[in-house]
């Protein structure tokens, strides 16, 4: 029996085809129920009691690598088929590119702002979003009052109970990463952070409870204000073109004295008057300042020998005015016939 096993265990492992005609036949003389190896089963019964375990390991093996065997040539040989028969398939065809998906806008936007700030020298930086109070608002010279620190605007994860300096929350804003840097590198510095930035606020076409900031910082000896001015003059025409104008409004900042708002002359009507800068002719764009002494000396950097300037901008805000986009809601939706919109761009 042993023998006649083996022989079989032989047969099954030398048969090969590549016709599903013969492979019916193979199954058929060894898997069928009238075939072989059920015969062969049938015939167990007469195995001596001592033989049994050996004979019935080799006959088990022998069902399977027949079985075995008959799937894997019915795979090979519909797969074979498949590929030379069917005439349809043209291998020669170009690629069909009809849905190759777009970079979101805000992406594209980041690049570009990063990319204009990369060729003055700013290289970039990035900082946690779960963020704690030193480096959201204390070191950024935040009285302990500030109304910026009140629950209404701040999403704080620690609980009620936390002191007010211990308190972690969502970052407000990317000018924790200036703390961060300062604290990290000595002067000179120049940086530019990006980053997403979370405020309780409700949702609107002009508010979002999270939106994007990039925030820059440049900390070297004398330092000035022109050298802030005509950072954010190179910025502006590069990013909205050459005949954009600026100008500059006094405003108010913890972090940074003197503080200023910056408008740009309004990219849709020229400056004559719009739906856009509410026929104010000027659009703003970024809040800047020079960096406060009080700001340098938190991060151990000496306010007397070095002097920095600073600026912030919405990322979702400069892409509204560049691509006309009249509700923020949209950036967050995700659909589809929005995003189509800037299929191509980088
Ligand atoms: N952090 C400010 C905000 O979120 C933006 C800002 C204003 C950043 C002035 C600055 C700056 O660095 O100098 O509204």
Known sequence: MKDKIEKILKEVEDFSTDSLEKLEEFRIEYLSKKGKIPALFGDFKTVAAEERKEVGSILNTLKNNAQHKLNELKQIITLTNHTTDNEDIDLTRP?????????????IVRRQILDIFSRIGYT???????????HNFSALNFPEEHP?????DTFFISDDKTPSLEKIALRTHTSSVQVRVMESQKPPIRIVAPGRVFRNEAISARAHCIFHQVEGLYIDHNVSFADLKQTLYYFAREFFGEHTRVRFRPSYFPFTEPSAEMDISCNICGGSGCKICKY????????CGMVDPNVLESCNIDSKEFTGLAFGMGIERITMLKYQIDD?????ENDIRFLKQFEGAL
Do not use: C, K, Y
């Not at 690629?95 to 992406?107: A, C, I, Q, W, Y």
């Not at 990035?126 to 109070?133: A, T």
């Not at 104010?280 to 809040?287: H, K, M, R």
């Open 124 to 134: 970039v930086a990035e900082g946690p979003e779960i963020e704690n109070d030193w």
């Open 328 to 332: 923020l809601r949209l950036f967050f």
């Open 95 to 107: 690629v069909d590119f009809r849905n190759p998906g777009t970079r979101h806008p805000l992406s």
């Open 280 to 287: 104010s002719g000027w659009v703003e764009i970024l809040g």
């Open 148 to 152: 910026a620190r009140d629950m209404q």
